[in-house]
C-alpha cells in the first residue's frame, strides 16, 4: 500500500468527527485507549487504512467501528458519517422511573396523612 491509502489515527478520528479537535483525538490515542485490530496503539501517528476495526472509549460508550474510507478534510457530519459503518453493541435503554414525585418537606396535606397512621 502507497502513503495515499493510509492516513494517521488521530487524523481520520477528527476527520470522522469522533473528537472535537484533533489534540482531543492524539491525546485519547496516546493514553493507550484506543486498538486497532485488538492491538493497542499509543502513538497519534499510527497510519490506518480501510477495513481496520477501532476500538475506545468516548464519553459512556465503547465505540466500535469499522473505517469505510479515509477521506480528504473534515466536512459536515452527514460526509462524516460515510467515513465508517458502527459496530457498536446496542445499549438498552431503560425506562425513567421516578421514585418520589415530591422532594423536600411534605405538605401540610401529607403531614396530616402521617399523623392519622400513628
Known amino acids: 500500500m502507497d502513503q495515499a491509502e493510509k492516513l494517521r489515527i488521530d487524523k481520520w478520528l477528527w476527520h470522522a468527527r469522533f473528537f472535537k479537535t484533533r489534540t482531543l483525538a492524539s491525546k485519547v490515542v496516546s493514553s493507550g485507549k484506543m486498538r486497532v485490530n ?3 496503539v499509543t502513538k497519534p501517528s499510527y497510519m490506518v487504512t480501510i477495513a481496520d476495526v477501532l476500538t475506545f472509549a468516548q464519553e459512556k460508550r465503547i465505540r466500535v467501528v469499522e473505517i469505510g474510507a479515509l477521506g480528504t478534510r473534515r466536512g459536515p ?3 462524516a458519517q460515510e467515513l465508517y459503518f458502527d459496530r457498536s453493541p446496542q445499549e438498552e435503554k431503560l425506562p425513567n422511573v421516578q ?3 415530591r422532594k ?12 392519622r397512621l400513628r
Open 38 to 40: 485488538s492491538q493497542k
Open 104 to 115: 423536600g418537606r411534605p405538605s401540610k396535606k401529607d403531614r396530616r396523612a402521617i399523623d
Open 99 to 101: 421514585s418520589n414525585d
Open 77 to 79: 457530519a452527514s460526509e
